[in-house]
């Protein structure tokens, strides 16, 4: 399965374009996405990427969502706290090993 998105501001305000290849795997009630992700221009909060990419799944497992994902960032730019914690010399990481929920949103 592959999925482009030539601009993601609507969802995610000050990005740009989204690109994923992966798998989709099993039924209705219990299925698997899994793949690798890729998003160009990321900002938040006084900071930017130039691009993230990496693996990532979401399951549905007995009506209960589970997000995985280990994505790289690479042209870190900024001023701020943000900027400060992700590091704008080196490329940061974001390595969420599991997030679960009965709903349709991650709180965690």
Known sequence: ???VVKDLTRIAPA????A????????LADWRLSG???????AVAGYSLARADGPVSLDLVKGELRL???LTGQ???GR???AALAGVHRAPACR????RTAGPWCAR
């Open 1 to 3: 399965m592959v999925a």
């Open 96 to 99: 969420r090993p599991s997030c």
């Open 68 to 70: 995985q994902a280990g």
């Open 15 to 18: 990005s740009g374009a989204a």
């Open 20 to 27: 994923f290849n992966g798998t989709l795997a099993g039924g």
């Open 36 to 42: 690798a992700l890729a998003i160009n221009k990321l």
């Open 80 to 82: 701020g706290l943000v």
């Open 75 to 77: 042209g870190g730019a």
